[in-house]
Structures are given as C-alpha cells and as structure tokens.
C-alpha cells in the first residue's frame, strides 16, 4: 500500500468535520428548542404517529449526545486518521464510519425527543445498527466482527420485549403515544407485564447484570466509539427509556424492586470486575456497566428526589466517561500501549492530560470540587429516603467507583515512567480538557446542572421536581457516606490484595457460569439448526418442493374432513364453448404426463410450453382475454428463456440416466399425489360454490370511476398499483441477479 | 426470410405496443403486454441473428439498461409522486368522477405515466435477459 507516511499532513477528516459540525448544530437545537415539538401522522392505519417532543428528559439526553459528540467527533478526525494509518488503510474507510457515527447521534436525538412507543424502538434499534457497523468497523479483525454481532444480537433480540409491550400497552389502552399511555395505566397485571417487557429491553441496552457481557467486548471499536457509546449514546439509551416510561415502571412496586436488584448486581460485579483490570479500556466498560448500575437502582428507588439523582447522575457520567475514554485513546495512541500494567509515569511527560484526566477521575470519584460530588450527594440522600439497605449499597458502589477509578488515574500517570511515548496530538487532548473544564466548572455552579436534571426528573417522575444540591460542611448522612465511601476506596487502593482475589473469583465464576456462556452456547446450537434445515433443504429439490406441497395437502385434507361435504361438490353440466375446453383440458393432462415422463429437457421445457399456451386459450375461452394476451406472450418468452438457459446447461447423455433410490421415487408420488388431489379437492369445492360477494365483484364497480373500461388493467394500475410497483422492482432485482450470476455483474 | 423479418418486425411491434398502451385502459391490453410483445420481436432478432448480429442490426439495444432502470424510476415516480400531495402512494390524477382528456382513446392521466413505466421495465429487463444468455453462449464459445 502507497501510503505516504514520510511527514506529509494527511488530508483534513472531511466527513468527519461535517459529524461535527452537525453535532454543534443540534446542540444549539436543543439548547434553544426545548419545548418545542411536532406530531404527524406516520401510519394512520396502525395508530402510528411521527411524535416528537423537547421536553425535559429530551433536553438533558439530547444536549449531552449532541454535546458529548461534537467532542468525541472532534476527537475522532484526528483519531481515526491515526488509527486508518497505523492499519494501512485507506482514508477513504472514513466514509464508512462517519455516516454511521453521525446516525448514531441523530438516532439518540431521534429516541430522546420521541413520544410514541413504536417510534421510541424503532430509534432503539437504529443505535443498535449503527453501533453494529462502528464496534466492527476493524472488519479484519474477527474479534471486531464477532463483538459487533454480541452487541447487536444482545440488545436488539431484547429490544423484541419493548415491541411486545408497546403492543401489549395499544390491546389495552389504544393508544402508543407515551403521555396517554402514562395517563391511562392503572396498576394492573397487564401494566406489570409491559413494564417488565420495557424494562428488559431498556436493562439490556444499558449493559446491566446479567445482559452485560456485551460491553467489555464492545471496546474491540475504535476509541471514539467507544467514548460515545458508554457515556452518551447506545447504553445511555437503556437509562434514557427507563426515564420515559418511568411512570410506568413506578405503577409496579415488583418492577422496581428488580430495577433495584439489577442494579445493585450491576454496580457490584460491574465494580469488583474493573478493580483488576489491566487493559485500560476494560476498566473503564466494567465501570460503565457499575456506573450504569447506579442509575438503573436509582430509578428503581423512584420518587421525586431518586429520579432526580439519576438525570443528574447520567449528566456527570456522560462527561467524565467520555473524557476517560480519549484519555484511554490518546494514551494508547501517544505509547503505543494498552495495558495498565505496561504503562507509568505519564503525569511528568503530558502534564495537561493527567490533569484533564485527573478532574475526569475526580467527576467519577465524586471529590468535592467537581460535578460528580453532587451526583453521589443526590444518590446517598435518595438512598437514605429509601432504607438502610440501600445506604450500605449506595457506599458499596461509592468505594468500588472510588477504588477503580483510582487505580486507573494513579497507574497510569504516577509511579516510574514506563513505555516510549510518541507526540500527543493537540486534537487528542483538548477534548478532554474541555471536558474536564465543564466538570470542574459544574462543581463550582451547579446551578445549570441541576436545573437540566430538575426538568428531565420533572417529566420521569410525572410531578414538578426540585433539586438543591450544595457543599454543606456538617454532620448530614450524604456527607458521612462519602466519607467513608473515600476511607474505604482508599484501602483498597493501598491494600490491593483485599480485593485481589475477590475479583479474580469473580472474573472466574463469570467465565466458567457467566451469559456469556449461555450466549454462545446458544449461537451455537441455532448455528447447528440452521445447519441441518440448510443441508436438508438445499441438498435436494425434490425434498424442498416436498416440504412445501406435502403440508399444504395435510391441511387441505384436514380441512376437507373437517368440513360437511353435502352439497359442496357439485359436478356441473357440459354446454357450449365448454365442448372446445374439454380436448383443450385433455392437452394439458397429456403435456403434463409428458412433462413428469420426459427424460430430454427439451422436451420437458417444450411440454410445459404446451401446458401454459392450453391454458392460455382456456382464459380466452372463459371470458378472461386480458389474462389470455398476457399468457400468450409471457409463456412464448419463457419458453424461449428456459430453452436459452437450458443450452447452457452441460450436453445431457440420456443413457446416463438414473433412476435413482426407490424409496425416494416412491415418495415423490406420494407428495405428488397427496398435493395434487389435495389442490383438486379445494378447486372442486371452490367452483361448485363461488363465493358469494367477492371482492371482484367491488372491483368491477369501481372501473368506470378510475376512469377505465377494462378492470384488469385498472386493478394491475391502480387499485394494487402498490403492488405492481413492488413487482416490478423485484423484476429488475431478478435480472441484475442473473446478470451478476451469468455475466459478474455487467449490465450489459 | 426469417433474418428479414426479424431486422424489420421491431417497428411494426413497437406500434402494436403503442396501440396496446393507448386504448389500455378502455381494452384489453396494457403496458405490460405490449412490453413483452416488443420484446417478442426484440427475441426473434436474437434467434434469427444471433447475439452479435442482433446488436449490430438493432443498435438501440444497447440502451436496454437504461429503459429497465428508467421504467423503473417512471413507474416508482408516478406512484410515489402522491405523497408529496399529501396522498396515499399509488393516488391517480385527476381523481374518481373528474374530468379527464383524451385523445381518442388514448386518455392522459397518471396511470398512463405509470403504464409507460411498467412498458419500458420489462422491455429493457428482458432485452438484458436475453443479452445475457445468448452473449455469454457466444463468449464461451469463442
């Protein structure tokens, strides 16, 4: 590969500038949109309706992904360009990540400002997609690919359980729009069950116990993906719809109670897993699945000051994961090195990093003096409304996050200086700092952060919520707990080996009794299922058109024994033209005899030739001549392409011909005999009785009004034109396939 | 014989083709058909002529591709155009009970877009078919 590495720029990151800019853009749109909203009708059949609404929650998710990612794109231009070179890529695979980055951020707007159930999983999903093509966008890579396919499979195969109840919700109320739907719902068994079904689906997608697996793995994508799917975007999503529909949720104590527990597994196994990390990016998803786990208990705690803790909570996130993420990113792309336990000493070589990455750490840590003492402030006072159980939880999770995140900041920049490093780009640092700057900043006024997270908690808690956080210097709980949260997160830290082994149990007992487990093994098993149904059904025609006609016979018989007879066979009577469509019927059996008898493929593509022109003067006969023209080229042409195609076959030697295992002869004239008495019976039965008001009957009075004379054409035109319009595109679908079959792909 | 008829019947079809298409609605027949027919006789040139002396004989064939795409595009046009209108796709203009314009019996409305679509498809589908089958033959041949 001719790529110039000797010291010349590379070309500017065109599309992804424009990621950026359009980033920028909806971030002044929800800055100075909120309230604002539309509604139009999608599919008025199905109740479906394009509702989108800035409200409270819409604001909070909309500016932190369009906020978060105009930084993270930034980030990414230079990033990428590295990353494409280090490969030996060409610069042009931008193009196949940013479109889908940009989706990725439009779909998150798209899911945050939607107010219809079904319009909320279709966004859903659409992150799901993009995230598929940007964690493996190093396609090369199998670990990529197969990590992409986890994420997708794991978070859209739950995403199912949302379709459900949006359906489940429309049976009982009527109605997908969400602010009815939080209206009408009473606590009944029904709400439970959706709730439920919605709070899977939301659980999987923020990467909670035991859907989690797909995280860690999720980090095979490039480093801005990463950055933006853990704090902003694809997980945040999971938390988001917990928000929406919270009302919901909180109209089932047994809903919330899980939301705890899930949580709370999360925080735990997410926390002791990141402790021993040692790849930079596995304690940062680890983190993620505990930090997530914060907000999945806080919602399930619910009430006004608990759903203001978690808007608050996914804000200081958003900016310390992201912020941590591109530290991970521009270390790795400054050494070279991705593993904690090969790299040391950074703090004296990029000074304006790990401080950056230090306020980062510090937001996560919850020190005072940044944003995130006031995310642990507001979780330790919901925890204390809600019960001393939750107080220990709630300074469990605290120590671990503080144990961690600590262990990440101090191996990194403190301790001897290890690895080589290489220039830090300017593009790959002032994102952070800027970060770190609006962490910092939140910690001296935390006004803006709170009135953001008041106004999203107003809308999931369905009542007016206020907020007052602030530093007190007194003996209150909040204070107490993070006290002791920082005592204990410090003895970890300097005793290392407390929590050594616990984590390696931990890691172990998920390896051998973990999801993952049980996600492979069942990709494998639907693997060898699929496996089989192919080998059976491709290895031999006859077996396939068999599976086809044999139960469509069984239950045409069925039917047939099931229904009364009397009466319903009538055989009519012989008059006029029928004398010239009896010889030509007579034809059609002879040529089709012929046809199953012929043992030269001329003669069976010429006989069913045969077959098709006896029809088509059948259809002149009956009254049908639209159909008859129709037929009579039709068949001329297919006849012509089918002794075309036939020539192309190997020169057959009819003295080669076997006749093949008895068994299976004798099967085929089952199927074929069970079929075709099976099709005679219900045509029999059909004609004897025509129904009585067809819908041809409609369509025949309606001709003269589509301004036609003859009904088949206006049919083909216009009343299925729908249709038509399909059919033929399948048309030219059809020969572009066989041009690539036959000729590579050349049109011509 | 045959190979004069083949270089000649194209025209005398596309005619028929036209007839098919302008009284369509009121008869039998419609864009459909009169594609097939005209490609009936684009099928004769391939047999009587073989491949090369088809292509040679009727140069407009080579444009087949661009009829089945453009067919395509007209005939999605016109069925989707609706929507811009605030209509379900596949709506006709002018609409039941309103007036309409003819020409005999040619009658000039959306329908008549979406026929000329489906006629131009399947010309230049089959023609491509047909291309396909006898010029790889001959290709392998050589």
């Not at chain 1, 899977?200 to 999720?218: I, T």
């Not at chain 1, 019960?387 to 671990?400: I, K, R």
Request: a neutral charge; one cysteine or more; charged letters at 15%.
């Amino acid at each position: 590969m001719a790529v110039d590495r000797g010291g010349t720029r590379p070309t500017a990151d065109r599309p992804g500038w424009s990621a950026c800019v359009i980033a920028v853009a909806g971030f002044a749109l929800c800055l100075f949109a909120g309230g604002a909203g539309f509604s139009l009708p999608w599919a008025p059949s199905l109740d479906l309706r394009l509702a989108f609404a800035l409200d409270g929650l819409a604001v909070l998710y909309g500016l932190l992904a369009t906020g978060v990612g105009a930084l993270v794109f930034a980030y990414g231009t230079r990033y990428l360009t590295l990353h494409l070179e280090h490969q030996r890529r060409p610069a042009v695979e931008r193009w196949r990540f940013w479109p889908w980055m940009t989706l990725f951020a439009v779909s998150m707007v798209g899911l945050a400002t939607a107010q219809d159930l079904v319009l909320v999983f279709v966004f859903f999903d659409l992150t799901a997609v993009c995230s598929y093509f940007l964690i493996g966008f190093d396609r090369a890579e199998r670990e990529a690919r197969r990590s992409a396919l986890m994420a997708l499979l794991v978070t859209v195969v739950a995403a199912v359980a949302m379709l459900v109840a949006a359906v489940l919700l429309h049976a009982e109320h009527g109605t997908f729009a969400i602010p009815e739907l939080l209206d009408r719902a009473e606590p009944s068994t029904t709400t439970t069950l959706a709730a439920a079904l919605l709070a899977v689906a939301a659980l999987a997608k923020s990467a909670q116990v035991p859907l989690h697996f797909w995280l860690p793995k999720a980090m095979a994508a490039p480093t801005p993906v990463s950055a933006y799917l853990h704090s902003a975007a694809m997980v945040a999503a999971g938390v988001l719809v917990l928000g929406r529909v919270h009302p919901l949720l909180a109209r089932s104590e047994a809903v919330l109670t899980g939301l705890v527990v899930v949580g709370a597994a999360s925080v735990v196994v997410g926390g002791v897993l990141a402790l021993r990390r040692d790849v930079l990016k596995q304690v940062l998803a680890y983190s993620t699945i505990s930090q997530y786990g914060y907000m999945v208990m806080l919602y399930g705690i619910g009430g006004a000051a608990a759903n203001g803790a978690a808007a608050f909570y996914v804000l200081a996130h958003g900016i310390a994961k992201s912020a941590l993420f591109m530290t991970a990113g521009a270390v790795t792309m400054a050494t070279g090195e991705d593993r904690l336990s090969r790299l040391g000493g950074l703090g004296r070589r990029v000074p304006v990093l790990a401080v950056a990455a230090g306020a980062a750490s510090a937001t996560l840590a919850a020190l005072p003096l940044t944003v995130g003492f006031f995310k642990d402030e507001l979780l330790f006072a919901a925890a204390v409304e809600r019960g001393p159980v939750t107080v220990v939880l709630a300074v469990v999770a605290a120590t671990l996050t503080f144990a961690y995140i600590g262990r990440f900041w101090i191996g990194l920049f403190l301790g001897p200086a290890r690895g080589s490093v290489g220039a830090a780009s300017t593009l790959l640092v002032a994102p952070v700092v800027v970060l770190a700057a609006v962490a910092v900043l939140g910690g001296v006024v935390v006004e803006p952060f709170a009135r953001l997270a008041e106004d999203a908690a107003t809308v999931s808690a369905g009542e007016p919520v206020t907020m007052s956080p602030g530093y007190h210097l007194d003996a209150r709980p909040e204070n107490l707990m993070a006290v002791a949260a920082w005592a204990l997160g410090g003895l970890l830290l300097v005793l290392p080996r407390l929590t050594d082994g616990l984590s390696r149990a931990f890691a172990a007992a998920g390896e051998r009794f973990g999801p993952r487990r049980a996600y492979d093994g069942t990709l494998r098993a639907l693997d060898r299922v699929s496996a089989a149904v192919h080998d059976r059904e491709v290895r031999d025609l006859r077996g396939s058109i068999a599976a086809v006609l044999v139960p469509a016979g069984l239950l045409i018989g069925v039917a047939f024994v099931a229904t009364p007879t009397a009466g319903a066979y009538m055989v009519g009577i012989v008059e006029g033209a029928d004398w010239v469509i009896l010889p030509l019927l007579a034809l059609v059996v002879v040529a089709t005899v012929v046809t199953a008898r012929a043992r030269v493929r001329l003669v069976v593509a010429l006989a069913l030739a045969v077959v098709g022109f006896a029809l088509a003067a059948l259809y002149a006969l009956v009254g049908a001549p639209d159909v008859a023209l129709v037929a009579v080229v039709v068949e001329t042409m297919l006849t012509l392409v089918f002794v075309a195609a036939l020539s192309r076959l190997p020169r057959e030697d009819p003295d080669r011909f076997v006749p093949g295992d008895p068994v299976r002869r004798r099967r085929d004239v089952f199927a074929a005999l069970l079929a075709g008495l099976a099709a005679f019976v219900a045509l029999w039965g059909f004609l004897s009785q025509p129904a009585a008001d067809s819908v041809s009957d409609e369509h025949l009075r309606l001709t003269p009004s589509a301004h036609g004379g003859d009904v088949v054409t206006v049919i083909v035109a216009d009343f299925r034109g729908l249709d038509t319009l399909v059919e033929i595109t399948v048309l030219l679908v059809a020969v572009v396939g066989v041009a690539t079959l036959v000729r590579r792909g050349r049109l011509w | 014989m045959v190979r004069v008829i083949a270089r000649l019947l194209p025209g005398p079809s596309l005619m028929f083709a036209a007839g098919l298409i302008a009284k369509g609605y009121a008869e039998v027949g419609d864009g459909f058909a009169a594609g097939v027919i005209v490609a009936l006789a684009v099928a004769l040139a391939y047999v009587a002529l073989g491949a090369a002396g088809a292509e040679a004989a009727l140069p407009a064939l080579r444009h087949a591709p661009k009829a089945a795409v453009g067919g395509l595009l007209l005939a999605l046009a016109s069925g989707f155009f609706p929507l811009l209108l605030g209509d379900p796709p596949v709506t006709h203009r002018p609409g039941p009970g309103e007036h309409v314009t003819t020409i005999g019996t040619l009658e000039l409305f959306t329908p008549l877009l979406f026929d000329l679509g489906v006629f131009l498809l399947v010309i230049g589908v089959l023609t491509v078919l047909l291309h396909h089958l006898a010029r790889s033959r001959e290709e392998a041949a050589r």
